[in-house]
């Protein structure tokens, strides 16, 4: 279990342990993550690669759950886990939204700084002078980010970036 989920069962308002498996204490909430949870052992096809996210509404706060089914068109052991499932407070920011990505593909923090800059839809030069350096130190990452992450425009780039970045939605 991640550190939300800890939490949150040790306090029961949102989620809990019953018979070994998770369950929301909202009704609508349980009935649902019970479908997908099931979805997930019995026809994992069913469900996005991606995973589904669910809202798990509480007392006074309420959380997103996703789950992603494990194992998907490979054989699994019948004992053996079907999902992941990840629990996650919408009012607390996740970290750094680059920093799994640059550990990942070895970026420093200058090209890291450079990728998120670009991650908006703005031009080398734009991001550069956002940034405060010139155009040409921007324009000298991009190879070496391009390099460590096997891409070789800035499309490609991006897209990457942002299939590997978790979603964020907000409301």
């Known amino acids: 279990m991640n550190c939300v989920a800890e ?38 096809a069913s469900l996005p690669a991606g995973g589904t996210s669910l809202a798990l509404p509480g007392s006074d706060t309420g959380l997103v759950a996703t789950i992603l089914p494990l194992n998907r068109g490979e054989r699994r052991s019948p004992s053996g886990p079907a999902a992941a499932i990840f629990v996650q407070d919408p009012t607390v920011a996740p970290p750094y939204p680059g920093e799994a990505f640059a550990k990942l593909y070895g970026l420093t923090g200058a090209e890291l700084r450079v990728l998120l800059a ?50 964020v939605k907000v409301g």
């Open 118 to 167: 670009l991650t908006p839809g703005l031009s080398v030069k734009d991001a550069a002078a956002m940034l405060g350096v010139g155009e040409v130190t921007a324009r000298t990452h991009l190879p070496h980010i391009y390099a460590k992450t096997a891409t070789s425009k800035q499309t490609e780039l991006l897209n990457l970036f942002r299939n590997a970045a978790p979603p």
């Open 7 to 44: 939490q949150q069962i040790k306090i029961a308002k949102v989620v809990r342990i019953v018979d070994r498996r998770l369950s929301a204490v909202d009704h609508t909430a349980r009935t649902l993550l019970s479908q997908v949870i099931g979805d997930a052992i019995t026809d994992e």
